[in-house]
């Protein structure tokens, strides 16, 4: 066989297909010692072992069976692989409000070729129109592709990019912005553009997926139109992350770019406000406001207010048990010109730290404490502890989350270096990054398994 046919597969799985005379693309029969599977094989990576074959299943789930497992494999057919979406149009209505969508990376939506079981993404108006046909009715979308990335690649470089193309889409007419991003990283870049976006004229929502288009699952295009829906339509306009509030498919959360979270790896509901409530719920056709306070949409208005600076010689260091001063003495040595620490409880580090904090300040390091915990507030005149690390130059960073003092502080030596007026612009609330007090239902851990809690559930799941 050639090696078209058996794309990515090597060694024990590569000479099993052989075997059997089975190829990439073809539908099969697998007899196993576990059962017997029919689904669609599936390319590799040349990269992945050499131990499994991949089919794709009818419920659209993958499953990856051992080659030593493997007694029988037939074919039962054959699809040729055609990697280009079907587009249509989009088509264009004056009287609807007229989105862009920047696309950073990953897969914005995508659909299944159900002739060849791969993944294609869509990102033309006309692809994502023939994988989500439902945006038209909301709004009239143009997309632009700035980056080509995965999300943890994604930096400094990146955050002002993004924030001069939101400027000059806006400048150019656009009622609302979209920024497709993985969803990984987004809550650094959504901190990013609410500091070098401030007070826009439109909504900027950035949105993602945590399951692809070939699962069931998928939240891909639901968070689309939902997100579609909140830049054109919305009255908020901020940086926001737009992604699924409960597990099941309700509605969208909108949070606030500084002070929101990914908080699980793979639930779709894995955003999270934290030290708030979130902006709003959002829904294909409506939206419903949650906040008491946030920025208006200012509508006819064009100027933005650019500021995209940032200084990338910022670290954050999450604080363990017997940290070591080379640590932070390192950093120093580098060239840092700021940290932000993820401090224990109140904002405390341990005593062999102290002399080194002590020397980075005087070398002009600007240090910033926030808390690991997430929720709360720096603290650091309740203990010993707290006060001596203070009166080395350590500033409390209030109830900033630590990836979003990390991102500030980055903005703010972007601006300046002088340690008065860092300190400044670090503790003046811009974006809702500090908060005045916590709101007194927001702090909830649905531990399970706990009386009331199964209460609860009773009485609201149907």
């Not at 070098?196 to 929502?205: A, E, G, H, L, N």
């Amino acid at each position: 066989m050639s090696a078209d046919t058996l794309k990515g597969y090597r060694g024990d799985a590569r000479a099993t297909l052989e075997r059997h005379g089975v190829r990439v693309w073809a539908d099969v029969e697998a007899v196993t010692t576990r059962g017997t599977f029919t689904g669609l094989v599936l390319p590799r990576s040349e990269t992945e072992d050499d131990q499994h074959i991949v089919l794709k299943l009818a419920t659209g789930y993958n499953v990856g069976l051992k080659v030593s497992t493997i007694q029988a494999m037939t074919e039962t057919g054959y699809r040729e692989a055609h990697y280009k979406i079907p587009e249509k149009e989009f088509p264009f209505d004056p009287k609807k409000p007229n989105v862009t969508l920047l696309g950073t990376g990953g897969t914005i939506a995508s659909r299944l070729d159900y002739r060849t079981g791969a993944v294609i993404p869509a990102f033309s108006p006309g692809e994502l129109f023939g994988a989500v046909p439902e945006l038209a009715d909301i709004c009239n979308m143009k997309t632009e592709k700035l980056y080509g990335v995965f999300s943890e690649n994604i930096g400094p470089e990146h955050w002002i990019g993004t924030a001069e193309a939101i400027a000059r889409e806006v400048a150019a007419g656009a009622d609302g912005i979209i920024v497709g991003h993985g969803t990984d990283t987004m809550h650094y870049t959504a901190a990013a553009l609410s500091f070098m976006v401030p007070r826009p004229p439109v909504p900027i929502v950035m949105v993602g997926s945590q399951r692809s288009s070939d699962r069931p699952s998928s939240d891909a295009a639901l968070n689309l139109q939902h997100a579609a829906y909140a830049a054109a339509h919305g009255p908020i306009a901020e940086v926001m992350v737009c992604m699924f509030g409960p597990t099941s498919d309700q509605y969208d959360l909108l949070h606030r770019g500084t002070r929101v979270r990914k908080m699980h790896s793979s639930y779709r509901s894995t955003f999270r406000t934290l030290g708030d409530v979130p902006l709003a719920t959002v829904y294909h056709d409506r939206l419903d406001v949650i906040a008491d306070q946030f920025n208006p949409r200012r509508p006819g208005e064009r100027d933005v207010s650019l500021d995209a600076v940032f200084d990338d010689r910022v670290s954050l260091v999450y604080y363990y048990p017997n940290m070591k001063p080379d640590v932070i003495d390192s950093l120093v040595d580098n060239g840092y010109k700021g940290v932000v620490i993820a401090g224990t409880g109140l904002g405390h580090v341990n005593k062999p730290l102290y002399p080194a904090l002590e020397r980075a300040v005087k070398a002009g390091v600007h240090i910033y404490m926030t808390v690991q915990t997430l929720w709360g507030y720096v603290q650091m005149f309740v203990y010993d502890t707290g006060r001596d690390i203070m009166s080395f130059g350590v500033v409390p960073a209030a109830n900033m989350l630590p990836e979003t003092a990390y991102v500030k502080l980055g903005w703010a030596l972007g601006h300046s270096h002088d340690p008065e007026e860092v300190r400044r612009i670090m503790l003046t609330p811009l974006c809702s990054e500090i908060t005045e007090r916590e709101p007194i239902d927001g702090y909830l851990v649905m531990q399970g398994r706990l009386p009331e809690m199964d209460a609860w559930l009773k009485g609201h799941l149907r």
